[in-house]
T-cell receptor
Framework: NAGVMQNPRHLVRRRGQEARLRCSPVKGHSHVYWYRQLPEEGLKFMVYLQKENIIDESGMPKERFSAEFPKEGPSILRIQQVVRGDSAAYFC????????????FGPGTRLTVT | AQSVTQLGSHVSVSEGALVLLRCNYSSSVPPYLFWYVQYPNQGLQLLLKYTTGATLVKGINGFEAEFKKSETSFHLTKPSAHMSDAAEYFCAVALSTGNQFYFGTGTSLTVIP
């Protein structure tokens, strides 16, 4: 079985551009989570989605960041008008049921803003 | 407020020696506790978790952890370190009343031959 897929693995954007990060959960998983990992820091929760619904976005910055998990296709984390402080590793995780079932993590997308 | 503290951002042990990675948490409600391992350029992999029941939890690769409510701790141990254990280890707590995982800042484990 394929695990969580994330692409691209590495993404370079200039300040002001848009970044789109994609996450395909494990087949059959309907819960997706996005985390951000800054250098020398742990993972910070950003958003929790189920199919077509945002369940908890309390960790998302109020501006420039958005996430979706459509009925068909991957989950997308979108960062508009990127700034240098957005440079980080972004991890996606999925789980088959509720929040307390095991979360399976993808390999991450490393975003560099120049 | 909920938080996770991992004491020691870097731990070095000799091959064959005991591994002890410390994790303390603060939580206003009963927590669910997790340990994850991250190898270079990879995502996190679940080592073990505590939700309810037995407080000593066994995980993969010979790791185990014990939930001690009185000490608000969930330390990770392995009796004998192997070279392949070198990685970054993250402790995480989830609350029964919320949707978030709170991760510690991680402990980098080095195994010396």
């Amino acid at each position: 079985n394929a695990g969580v897929m994330q692409n691209p693995r590495h993404l370079v954007r200039r300040r002001g551009q848009e970044a789109r990060l994609r996450c395909s959960p494990v087949k059959g998983h309907s819960h997706v989570y996005w985390y951000r990992q800054l250098p020398e820091e742990g993972l910070k929760f950003m958003v929790y989605l189920q199919k077509e619904n945002i369940i908890d976005e309390s960790g998302m910055p109020k501006e420039r960041f958005s996430a979706e998990f459509p009925k068909e296709g991957p989950s997308i984390l979108r960062i508009q008008q990127v700034v240098r402080g957005d440079s980080a590793a972004y991890f996606c995780a999925s789980s088959p049921r509720d929040f307390y079932s095991e979360q399976y993590f993808g390999p991450g997308t490393r975003l560099t803003v120049t | 407020a909920q938080s996770v503290t991992q004491l020691g951002s870097h731990v070095s042990v000799s091959e064959g020696a005991l591994v002890l990675l410390r994790c303390n948490y603060s939580s206003s409600v009963p927590p669910y506790l997790f340990w994850y391992v991250q190898y270079p350029n990879q995502g996190l992999q679940l080592l073990l978790k505590y939700t309810t029941g037995a407080t000593l939890v066994k995980g993969i690769n010979g790791f185990e952890a014990e939930f001690k409510k009185s000490e608000t701790s969930f330390h990770l141990t392995k009796p004998s370190a192997h070279m392949s254990d070198a990685a970054e280890y993250f402790c995480a707590v989830a609350l029964s009343t919320g949707n978030q995982f709170y991760f510690g800042t991680g402990t980098s484990l080095t195994v010396i031959p």
